[in-house]
């Protein structure tokens, strides 16, 4: 094919935008529309998950050991570990998958922690040792809190394990929240989207079928497909691309806007409610909206016309 | 190269043999109902000028687009060029199709365009260099008498010169053949006549022209080759005919 040919198609793509305003402009918006539900949609339930995964992270196993100061039972059942030992087991308990971090915590560490917390500053005052001597421990922080029982029924198994600290309620509580979240909003997701594809593709169509007289014509007079589908084509992704980018400017505006308020106006929150950046949202929300913007533009364009071709 | 030229010769020979068009013995049944070209053998000479004739359902637009291979033949050969169009390929009717230039009633121009970028349309299919479509489109276009409406849009143009803008886009690539559907079907009497002297003198200048009417008078001043069809069968073919009543 000579340049001037595909110069000639690619102008006559952008010529039909303007030659075809109204189609256009109705098409934009269907397709704007599709995307700023779906952008919206997605933009809110990234940031519940990401709430969620907060919260998941700050919940925590902890593990004790046997120690000399155990009662007499502890001596009877199970074992006192050595340092070594202990670091041993520290080590295949950062190695399990459901682990995302393990830190240790000496019993010297644990008091100066908690003395203060519950005596005040003058927290050694009257306790010439340490009362939380023997109570070293692993706090274990979790990848998925949905694995807590594994991870728990395993700790318990092992010999040197005294006592295992940990909350069944507030794992189960998250991860079903997680799930009917993740559940629910995939379902959501996917009819937004079934329903984006089926309005853009149609309204392409549409657009399409009124002009298949100008389809006739020029395979009357010897055009071959790529002559008479390339404009098209270039038309659909053109319109697909300005449908996906306007709704991504407003819902970057508006994203920012609310992101600006909520972190103001609910500023004591701010340790619970962890809201994603902009650009966090948007790593996912770009290449989805282009993707099916554009998508849909080439390939509903692409199989409207060769309907059309068979003249 | 060699095949090329091989196939060349072949089509060359078929047309010295029967005719530019020759259908051979042609059947069109559609899904429903009875065929629409029932046994049509005619041959039609390069550089011939022929009026087709016949009612509503005689077959002239089923013998149309058989020509222009929209359609192909239930039974028998259709050959146009040379090419026998049963054995052309989906990819292959374009460039056919080039070689022929076709009118129709309704003129069917790309309204959203004005008259010069419809005539250019032709030869931009073509990849004609864009230095020759400049000088080829105002060429023609003076040759139909619309020199001066180059940048019209074409709804602003009678029903007269938008024909003559169809003829332009029909003949900007010198096609060797011209199929015309009831060019003047929508036409006064003064612009069919002016379409007809148009017609006439591109057959003067060697293109075989195949003109569908109903038009009585002018097919019978012309005193051209008529072939008369009814109900899918030619029922006349004469040289110098004139416009057979039916009743």
């Known amino acids: 094919m000579k340049i001037s040919t595909l110069l000639y198609t690619i102008k006559q793509g952008f010529a039909n935008i303007f030659r075809n305003k109204w189609y256009s402009l109705a098409s934009i918006a269907t397709i ?28 925590s196993v902890t593990v004790f050991f046997h120690s000399e100061w155990d009662g007499c039972e502890s001596h009877t059942d199970g074992q006192i570990p050595s340092e070594q030992k202990i670091e041993e087991i520290g080590q ?85 929240l997680n799930l009917l979240i993740a559940y629910v909003s995939m379902g959501i997701i996917v009819i937004l989207l079934a329903v984006s594809i089926f309005l853009i593709s149609n309204t392409v169509a549409i657009g399409i079928s009124v002009r298949s007289e100008e389809i006739n014509i020029m395979k009357y007079i010897g055009a071959t497909d790529f002559f008479v589908r390339a404009p098209f084509v270039l038309e659909g992704m053109l319109i697909g691309l300005i449908g996906a980018a306007l709704p991504l400017g407003l819902i970057y505006s508006l994203y920012n806007y609310a992101l600006n308020y909520m972190v103001n106006r609910f500023m004591v929150l701010s340790g619970f409610l962890n809201f994603l950046s902009v650009d966090e949202v948007f790593h996912f929300l770009v290449p989805i909206s282009l993707g099916v913007g554009v998508g849909i533009g080439f390939l509903g364009s692409i199989s409207t016309v060769r309907k059309h071709l068979h003249v | 190269m060699a095949n090329k030229e091989a196939q060349r010769l072949k089509r060359e020979r078929i047309i010295e043999e029967n005719g530019i068009i020759f259908l051979d013995n042609v059947s069109k049944s559609y899904s429903s109902g ?130 003559r803008v169809a003829l332009a886009r029909a003949l900007v690539n010198n096609p060797s053949i011209l199929l015309a559907d009831e060019p003047t079907g929508n036409l006064d009497p003064n612009n069919s006549w002016e379409i007809m002297k148009l017609l006439e003198e591109i057959n003067e200048s060697g293109t075989t022209v195949v003109v569908v009417t109903h038009n009585r008078e002018i097919v019978n001043a012309m005193q051209k080759r008529v072939i008369t069809m009814k109900k899918g069968v030619i029922i006349s073919d004469e040289e110098k005919g004139g416009y057979i009543d039916e009743d």
């Open chain 1, 32 to 59: 704007s529309a599709c995307l700023f539900l779906f952008g919206l949609f997605y933009s809110i339930v990234a940031n519940f998950q990401n709430i969620l995964k907060t919260a998941e992270e700050g919940v």
């Open chain 1, 92 to 176: 295949e308990i950062a190695k399990r998958a459901e682990v995302s971090d393990v830190q240790f915590k000496s019993a010297d560490e644990a008091w100066a922690t908690f003395g203060p917390d519950y005596f005040g500053e003058d927290y050694a005052e009257g306790f010439p040792e340490n009362p939380l001597a023997g109570e070293d421990s692993y706090e274990i922080f979790l990848s998925d809190v949905s694995m807590q029982d594994a991870l728990v029924t395993w700790l318990q198994s092992i010999p040197e394990v005294r006592k295992v600290n940990y909350s069944e309620m507030t794992a189960n509580t998250l991860s079903g």
């Open chain 2, 34 to 163: 009875s065929p629409a070209l029932n046994g049509v053998t005619l041959s039609i000479g390069r550089g011939e000028f022929v009026f087709i004739v016949g009612d509503s359902g005689s077959g002239k637009s089923t013998l149309i687009k058989l020509l222009l291979r929209e359609l192909t033949a239930t039974s028998g050969s259709v050959y146009v060029m040379g090419n026998d169009l049963a054995k052309l390929k989906h990819r292959q009717i374009p460039r056919f199709r080039r070689n022929l230039g076709v009118v129709f009633q309704d003129f069917r121009l790309l309204n959203d365009r004005n008259v010069y970028e419809n005539v250019a349309f032709a030869q931009r299919i073509v990849e004609t260099p864009v230095s020759e479509i400049r000088r080829n489109v105002p060429a023609i276009l003076a040759t139909v008498g619309l020199a001066g409406k180059y940048k019209a849009k074409t709804k602003q143009l009678s029903g007269g010169e938008q024909q």
